[in-house]
């Protein structure tokens, strides 16, 4: 199912174009309006991912701060939210997570203004929301989420390029689709044969490129109960390349961005150091792209057919 599932991803994001552009712009226009002085991200999992992989495009491209608040601070602790002005992201595929549904309508009685990504458009998550932006990803069988997630984060990248007016933005994302197809077909065989042996790993990321590495790690250890640890190349260096012994597996996911320059210097003293490092862009061949986030969500997409061959 998670194969199945992963080769979907081209025609599931196809159908968030052509079935959710509307609502991706009402959203983008919500948010112009509304012009919150931060957004709040609410999320689990690998939605968490896509959620954090907006948080770092928007930081990136508009540098309006967007944080992640923990859902517990309603569910349990029943803290309410001050949001007054500002807007919240809900992210979920299923859409019926008590916590997420418990911060969501305490950022609304705070104040705040809900924008929902969701696969089921019937849940309680979009019912409450301001607005919602259905993913159409189609029913996900998978433990693993695959296409749900990379569906989120292009929805999440639609409704920044609606919200900045971002041209360039637009145009990568209506081209994704092929990218993706592309992704799907990138031969990431180095992958399994450094990884089946390996006890543990670490991924690497920086900028948006590392909530792609914390969704990696995740994809790793629950399919193929492999131990690996996401870390940005600004902090892997500082303590944790101490476990690095000779051969140790490292994926890096690399985009051609101001990024660029740290992460080619990680993965060289990571070398150094004995890893054996993979790198996207590097080992690791991608798909053509036209914007560096975009090529990221390609990226993902390969390795999520790669780490499927590490389990197997």
Not at 229 to 241: N, T
Request: glycine fraction near 8%; proline fraction near 6%.
């Amino acid at each position: 199912w998670m194969r199945r599932e992963t080769m979907e991803s081209a025609d599931a994001v196809a159908r968030l174009w052509s079935q959710s552009g509307a609502a991706i712009a009402r959203a983008g226009a919500m948010l112009r309006e509304l012009n919150p002085p931060f957004i709040a991200l609410c999320a689990r999992g690998s939605s968490d991912h896509a959620a954090i992989f907006f948080k770092y495009a928007c930081e990136s491209l508009l540098g309006l701060p967007v944080v992640s608040v923990g859902p517990s601070i309603a569910s349990i602790y029943q803290t309410p939210l001050r949001a007054k002005g500002a807007a919240m992201l809900l992210i979920s595929q299923s859409g019926r997570s008590p916590d997420l549904l418990a911060l969501a309508k305490s950022a609304q009685a705070g104040g705040g203004k809900v924008i929902s990504i969701i696969n089921d458009a019937q849940s309680p998550a979009a019912e409450l929301a301001d607005l919602t932006i259905p993913l159409v990803a189609g029913p996900e069988k998978s433990v693993a989420a695959t296409k749900s997630c990379l569906s989120s984060m292009a929805a999440g990248l639609g409704l920044l390029a609606e919200f900045a007016g971002h041209d360039g933005l637009r145009k990568a994302l209506n081209v994704l689709p092929q990218d993706l197809t592309s992704a799907l077909s990138m031969d990431w065989s180095a992958l399994p044969q450094v990884f089946h042996p390996a006890r543990s790993a670490l991924v690497i990321g920086r900028g948006m490129g590392l909530p792609i590495a914390m969704e990696a790690a995740l994809k790793l250890k629950e399919t193929a109960s492999l131990h690996a640890e996401p870390y940005s190349a600004a902090e892997v260096l500082h303590g944790p390349i101490e476990i690095v012994h000779e051969g140790f597996p490292v994926l890096m996911f690399r985009q051609d961005d101001a990024t660029a320059p740290s992460l080619d210097h990680c993965a060289k003293t990571l070398a150094a150091a004995g890893a054996k490092v993979l790198a996207t862009g590097r080992e690791l061949p991608v798909a053509p792209a036209a914007h560096p986030a975009t090529a990221l969500i390609a990226a993902m997409a390969s390795a999520y057919l790669a780490i499927e061959q590490v389990s197997l």
